[in-house]
């Protein structure tokens, strides 16, 4: 990744990206979101976020997808920082650089990764010493996935993905991401589940975890967890993309042992046994030219996290 320089007396904070072991989506309630029954996964694709007191707001871009975020008030991280700056009456305003690897608008959460490390360098930089439950708070409010990013690891989420609940899980996890050039609207895909659903007279009660996913994660066992990766949004997902369809069926022809789009995609995860596995699969899927973005990354990792100041000097 692309390492632009910090400002004197900045705090960086490191994110993870996320993927959904299992996506269940339940009705869409009466506020326009979807109940949700979830287990995240926190994967090491990163994102850094550095920000330091400046005359304006500012948002600079550099690393792997840098020319795919917005740099103005839209972007998360600054809608973040400016919350935390309004909640707690801080008058100061800031240059808040992100380094990009998390592939943008792909179902694993970029954006809302910076607004969880946005959140965790404005409680250092202004010495608010908020607790958890402060952190959590301003997270649900900036976006569903945004407290996951907080904590990392793995989680079970539910209400609309914001309310989290531990996970017992062992063993380390090895992915590849087939990562796509244009991005999908999360609004969308909801959207197109809600009319495929409409359309063929789906009705859905409560969502729920499944037992074999859980049980897959406490033994650690990678065949049995890639045998229970699910998501509800994937046929919405192959319905505005249907290339993806073939991807995910390629990937597991080529050996993976479990594929699933990512959240709202069009990111296609796939789990490998191993290392070395992981490597072979990217060759293969490198190979066949459906994807020319693969990403290999191991879960779980930890969540939002500041970078020691000699590690960024
Ligand atoms: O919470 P977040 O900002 O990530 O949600 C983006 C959009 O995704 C929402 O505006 C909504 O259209 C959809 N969504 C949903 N149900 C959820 C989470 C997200 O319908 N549980």
């Known amino acids: 990744m692309t390492v632009a320089p910090t400002l004197p007396g900045a705090v960086t904070v ?27 996964q926190a994967v090491s694709l990163h994102d850094d976020v550095s920000i330091a007191r400046w005359d304006d707001w500012q948002v600079v871009a550099a690393g792997t997808y840098a020319d795919r975020i917005p740099t103005d008030g839209d972007n998360l991280a600054v809608r973040a920082a400016r919350l935390v700056a309004e909640r707690w009456d801080v008058d100061e305003r800031l240059s808040i650089r992100i380094d990009k690897d998390i592939p943008v608008a792909g179902g694993m959460a970029g954006g809302s990764a910076d607004a969880a490390a946005a959140l965790v360098a404005c409680d250092q930089l202004w010495g608010l010493g908020l607790d958890r439950d402060e952190l959590a708070e301003l997270a649900a409010s ?68 499944s037992a ?36 995910r069926d390629a990937g597991v022809e080529f050996g993976a042992l479990g594929g699933v789009v990512s959240g709202s995609g069009p990111t296609v995860a796939f789990l490998t046994e191993s290392h070395e596995a992981a490597l072979d699969l990217s060759v293969s899927l490198a190979a066949s030219a459906l994807c020319r973005d693969l990403r290999r990354a191991r879960g779980p990792v930890h969540g939002a996290q500041v970078v020691p100041v000699a590690r960024t000097a």
């Open 142 to 209: 900036l976006g569903s996935d945004v407290p996951f990013l907080l904590t990392g690891g793995n989680a079970m989420g539910s209400g609309r993905g914001e309310q989290l609940a531990p996970v017992l899980a062992r063993g380390t996890f090895h992915w590849v991401f087939a990562v796509s050039d244009t991005g999908l609207s999360t609004p969308e895909v909801y959207a197109e589940c809600d009319r495929l659903r409409e359309r063929d007279g789906v009705r859905v009660g409560e969502p729920q975890i």
């Open 14 to 40: 490191r994110v993870p990206a996320k993927v959904n072991l299992e996506l269940r989506v339940g009705p869409r309630r009466p506020d326009g979101f979807h109940a949700l029954a979830t287990v995240y």
């Open 212 to 247: 074999e996913l859980m049980a897959a994660l406490r033994s650690g066992d990678p065949a049995a967890l890639g045998a229970a990766l699910h998501n509800d949004l994937e046929p919405a997902a192959f319905s505005l993309r249907p290339q993806l369809r073939e991807l």
